[in-house]
């Protein structure tokens, strides 16, 4: 989503190439790279067009028509916005992104209505104070740091931390009491901010409710026209709880005893293995079985043949060799 306000840049279409200048072609010991045509100055026969030449253009170009934006579906920007509405009422994860809010008395915070009629920046520095939520103030204040980088020099040259939201129904003042107190941002209930709800994709922003905004919330999101709110699978997140609740050991199968994977066995193959094959198909032994006891028939029934004799006239002749 934070693409989604860039704007277009490229470099001018014609840059590095307003020369007259061609190649020499092959053979006059020079590169191939076209050269400025002409004499009598230092600039005539130097290379021209090409990246690597003083005065030519870059490689590949910056065009505007670059695909600047990123589409994200209507449904997953309500879920994250969801998301990170309900991230930002659990004080753990408002405290790992930073926030101080040790002091306060609840997460989310919740002012009465009559905050959003606050005019001067002193009256709401007095209201943070007595919520005890401007030790985040001070915290943004301190942070205020000079960029590092060329940042410093295009309209970016301090950077600090984000303090807390506030988030109002009606602006009777509110805004401009709080827009110069430094890290503190304002949303309207009804135009909440993914970027700001969820800075640089973190959950867990310190958010702070007026009454009218937070009992506003309903109808907003009843607004939306065939949206439902995600809910949980299960309403208790406790599994670890709901594992070894009485209820559920009473019906589950108890362990066996604790069994070790050898991590490697070695292959052996059912075809020549016996062993291994009676494993796999218990049938097979009985198959075994039948064929050896076929072939037992057989041996009985056949008649042995006596070899043939070897006649004398060829022992004599292989004798007298």
Avoid at 45 to 55: D, E, I, L, T, V
Avoid at 69 to 88: D, E, F, M
Avoid at 151 to 158: L, T, Y
Avoid at 214 to 227: M, P, T
Wanted: glycine share 8%; proline share 4%.
């Amino acid at each position: 989503m934070n693409k989604n306000k860039r704007q277009a840049y490229g470099v001018f279409e014609n840059a590095g190439h307003q020369h007259s200048a061609e190649s020499w072609g092959t053979g006059r010991a020079v590169a191939r790279i076209p050269r400025i045509a002409g004499s009598g100055t230092a600039r005539a026969g130097q290379g021209a067009f090409g990246n690597m030449c003083r005065g030519g253009r870059m490689f590949a170009p910056t065009k505007t028509f670059r695909k600047w934006h990123v589409k994200i579906n209507q449904n997953q920007r309500r879920y994250a916005v969801a998301s990170a509405l309900a991230a930002s009422a659990l004080p753990s994860l408002v405290l790992a992104r930073g926030h101080r809010v040790e002091q306060i008395q609840e997460v989310p915070l919740v002012l009465a209505d009559s905050a959003e009629s606050l005019k001067k920046t002193k009256e709401a520095v007095e209201l943070l104070k007595t919520v005890k939520a401007y030790s985040d103030i001070v915290k943004v204040s301190n942070s205020r740091k000079i960029r590092a980088g060329k940042g410093k020099m295009r309209n970016r040259r301090h950077r600090q931390r984000r303090g807390p939201l506030v988030v109002y129904k009606n602006d009777e003042g509110i805004v401009k009491a709080l827009r110069n107190i430094p890290g503190v941002e304002t949303c309207p209930v009804s135009a909440l901010n993914l970027l700001q709800l969820a800075p640089g994709g973190h959950v867990g922003r310190f958010v702070i409710w007026t009454e009218g905004a937070f009992g506003a919330l309903d109808e907003v999101y009843a607004a939306k026209s065939g949206y439902e709110l995600p809910t949980a699978k299960i309403s208790s997140s406790d599994v670890t709880r709901l594992i070894n609740s009485d209820e559920i050991q009473s019906i589950v199968r108890a362990g066996g005893a604790p069994t070790q994977k050898r991590p490697f066995t070695q292959k052996k193959n059912p075809l020549k293995n016996k062993a291994v094959l009676f494993r796999l198909n218990p049938y097979a032994k009985t198959l075994r079985r039948q064929e050896l006891l076929r072939s037992e028939k057989k041996g009985s029934v056949k008649k042995s043949t006596p070899g043939k004799v070897a006649g004398a006239e060829f022992l004599k002749t292989l004798h007298a060799a």
